[in-house]
């Protein structure tokens, strides 16, 4: 299957800063990729949907404005935690939706971030 | 509310056993539906996609799906210790980017 590449895997950050995670797709373009949280013994909760060259879709309740997300490039998206406060700690998973083929929405998942906020 | 519901478990079984794993959602023009495996701290794997009404198999694993029920099953035969995981139903629903929303996921604990 497709590879998609999630940077850093870990990070611990101190209360205030801002924290980026990159998502790569290695071997096919992305033109849509998703970002998704969860929290411990959850499930996934989709934050939001980026498309390669258009400002992303925040679903219900997620701040735009502290979760910043860019899609460049057809094979990189960013997620950017800004002012990350303890309540943020969470696991971050990127997954991106392939440029070509049938539009059977098969997602293909980065190996997550996990942020601690001190 | 686009929903999908699935049991937490924890469901064991012993090793050898088939595992049956349910799962229903809400938006009757769902079309693609996806299990995904997610070990701790992991991030969740593929292991089947189904699009048609009827039974899909591969390997120790097959998907049913019933549309008039909106119900999705997996089924893992001969099931291992190494099969313990949560399971994450995905529905792939009607509208928008194909985005998937998942249950909650229901745990597997196969014992030797």
């Known amino acids: 299957g497709a590879v998609v590449s999630q940077h850093p895997s870990r990070v611990i950050c101190k209360s205030g800063t801002s924290v980026k995670i990159e998502c790569r797709s290695l071997?096919?373009?992305?033109?849509?990729m998703f970002w998704y949280r969860q929290f411990p013994k959850k499930s996934l909760m989709l934050m939001a949907t980026?498309?390669?060259?258009?400002?992303?879709?925040?679903e219900q309740g997620v701040e735009k404005d502290k979760f910043l997300i860019n899609h460049a490039s057809l094979t990189l998206s960013t997620l950017t935690v800004t002012s990350a406060h303890p309540e943020d700690s969470s696991f971050y998973i990127c997954?991106?939706?392939?440029?070509?083929?049938?539009?059977?929405?098969?997602?293909?998942f980065g190996e997550g971030s996990r942020l601690t906020v001190l | 509310q686009k929903e999908v519901e699935q049991n937490s478990g924890p469901l064991s079984v012993p090793e050898g056993a088939i595992a049956s794993l349910n799962c229903t959602y809400s938006d009757r023009g769902s079309q693609s539906f996806f299990w995904y495996r997610q070990y701790s701290g992991k991030s969740p794997e593929l292991i089947m996609s189904?699009?048609?009404?009827g039974d899909k198999e591969d390997g120790r694993f097959t998907a049913q799906l019933n549309k008039a029920s909106q119900y999705v099953s997996l089924l893992i035969r001969d099931s291992q210790p190494s099969d313990s995981a949560t399971y994450l139903c995905?529905?792939?629903?009607?509208?928008?980017?194909?985005?998937?929303?998942f249950g909650a996921g229901t745990r597997l604990a196969v014992h030797p």
């Open positions: 980026s498309n390669e060259g258009s400002k992303a879709t925040y």
């Open positions: 071997d096919f373009q992305a033109t849509t």
């Open positions: 997954s991106a939706k392939g440029s070509g083929g049938s539009n059977t929405g098969e997602l293909f």
């Open positions: 189904i699009y048609s009404n």
């Open positions: 995905a529905v792939n629903f009607s509208g928008g980017y194909n985005k998937l929303i």
